[in-house]
């Protein structure tokens, strides 16, 4: 059994006490180990708050064992909003209850690497503690059984003008500042769109400070039952053009941008113009909407990607 301790070995220096807010649903098939790769942490200054979104399998009933063998104070267990999983997260995030030094997000069904936090925690530390900063990084692909597969694309350079069409900053690999939450809670977080996302675009907006890590830092588990999982390359070129074609893509857009247009006077002010001048691109049509993407210096990762998002203006899908 790990026990709270807020400080770290120096009894003169403060150790970061991270909040982890894990959302579960239907999840008793992995559960358990996630539950132990994150009692494996080598950073043990951590509480566990889970907010179970209604499951009937055998999800509270392995939650609550090892709430017993924990103890109340490590494991924090309690009742999601039945929204949905993005409702369900931003419950959690929202919830002034909840007090820390940093936030991390996790899923049900990874396998957290035992340095996952002390990586993240270290880079927070690092800087301004005044300002908001957001850590994010790669993961490693497995299959049902854990198997490898293959890691999640790698990141050339994170910023709004990014953040405004992609999300890069996957949820289960973000841990946030305790000014980042703050900043999260007081602007008030949507209600429709992803939160994961939101926080990118957020925290990227108001000039926050951003790290995608290189080196993965979780066993990403790819299975039947993933709310969002992670396809790459030329095999997810289908289901995106798809996405595409049936106009998923933009109502997803849409929803964020909405939330961002709302809350577009706490951005700063260059990326506010660059929201407007995106939205009022969008409004076009055809090439007339394809200059104006290009023109307002929005970007996707890869080529493919980009071009997709071109072609995507031009159909008026975007």
Not at 112 to 137: C, I, M, Q, T
Not at 153 to 175: D, E, H
Not at 304 to 313: R, S
């Given at each position: 059994?790990?026990?709270?301790?807020?400080?770290?070995?120096?009894?003169?220096?403060?150790?970061?006490?991270?909040?982890?807010?894990?959302?579960?649903?239907?999840?008793?098939?992995?559960?358990?180990?996630?539950l132990?790769?994150?009692?494996?942490?080598?950073?043990?200054?951590?509480?566990?708050?889970?907010?179970?979104?209604?499951?009937?399998?055998?999800?509270?009933?392995?939650?609550?064992?090892?709430?017993?063998?924990?103890?109340?104070?490590?494991?924090?267990?309690?009742?999601?909003?039945?929204?949905?999983?993005?409702?369900?997260?931003?419950?959690?995030?929202?919830?002034?209850?909840i007090?820390?030094?940093?936030?991390?997000?996790?899923?049900?069904?990874?396998?957290?690497?035992?340095?996952?936090?002390?990586?993240?925690?270290?880079?927070?530390?690092a800087?301004?503690?005044?300002?908001?900063?957001?850590?994010?990084?790669?993961?490693?692909?497995?299959?049902?059984?854990?198997?490898f597969?293959?890691?999640?694309?790698?990141?050339?350079?994170?910023?709004?003008?990014?953040?405004?069409?992609?999300?890069?900053?996957?949820?289960?690999?973000?841990?946030?500042?305790?000014?980042?939450?703050?900043?999260?809670?007081?602007?008030?977080?949507?209600?429709?769109?992803?939160?994961?996302?939101?926080?990118?675009?957020?925290?990227?907006?108001?000039?926050?400070?951003?790290l995608f890590?290189?080196?993965?830092?979780?066993?990403?588990r790819?299975?039947?039952?993933?709310?969002?999982?992670?396809?790459?390359g030329l095999?997810?070129?289908?289901?995106?053009?798809?996405?595409?074609?049936?106009?998923?893509?933009?109502?997803?857009?849409?929803?964020?941008?909405?939330?961002?247009?709302?809350?577009?006077?706490?951005?700063?002010?260059?990326?506010?113009?660059?929201?407007?001048?995106?939205?009022?691109?969008?409004?076009?049509?055809?090439?007339?909407?394809?200059?104006?993407?290009?023109?307002?210096?929005?970007?996707?990762?890869?080529?493919?990607?980009?071009?997709?998002?071109?072609?995507?203006?031009?159909?008026?899908?975007?």
């Amino acid at each position: 059994m790990l026990d709270y301790c807020p400080y770290s070995d120096s009894a003169a220096t403060p150790a970061a006490h991270v909040a982890i807010l894990l959302c579960t649903y239907q999840g008793e098939v992995y559960l358990a180990e996630q539950l132990d790769s994150i009692a494996a942490q080598s950073h043990p200054h951590w509480t566990l708050w889970v907010s179970d979104d209604g499951s009937r399998d055998g999800t509270r009933d392995i939650l609550e064992a090892y709430q017993r063998r924990w103890g109340q104070h490590r494991l924090r267990l309690r009742q999601g909003p039945l929204q949905g999983f993005a409702a369900n997260f931003n419950s959690l995030l929202a919830d002034t209850n909840i007090q820390a030094d940093a936030f991390a997000l996790a899923d049900q069904d990874d396998i957290w690497h035992s340095d996952k936090l002390a990586r993240a925690v270290a880079w927070l530390d690092a800087g301004d503690p005044k300002e908001p900063r957001l850590y994010s990084a790669r993961t490693r692909l497995v299959d049902a059984q854990g198997g490898f597969i293959g890691l999640s694309p790698g990141c050339r350079a994170p910023g709004f003008a990014n953040a405004l069409v992609q999300n890069i900053a996957s949820g289960n690999s973000m841990v946030l500042n305790a000014v980042a939450r703050q900043s999260l809670i007081e602007a008030g977080l949507p209600r429709a769109g992803l939160h994961d996302w939101w926080c990118y675009q957020w925290i990227s907006g108001i000039g926050g400070e951003l790290l995608f890590d290189s080196q993965p830092c979780l066993d990403y588990r790819q299975h039947g039952g993933n709310q969002i999982g992670m396809q790459t390359g030329l095999i997810s070129l289908w289901p995106r053009m798809k996405r595409l074609w049936q106009g998923q893509h933009r109502l997803h857009l849409d929803a964020q941008l909405k939330a961002l247009e709302e809350r577009q006077a706490w951005l700063m002010p260059i990326h506010r113009q660059r929201l407007q001048a995106l939205q009022a691109a969008r409004r076009r049509r055809a090439l007339a909407c394809l200059y104006g993407v290009w023109q307002s210096g929005v970007y996707r990762q890869s080529w493919l990607g980009q071009w997709a998002m071109y072609l995507a203006a031009i159909l008026n899908k975007f």
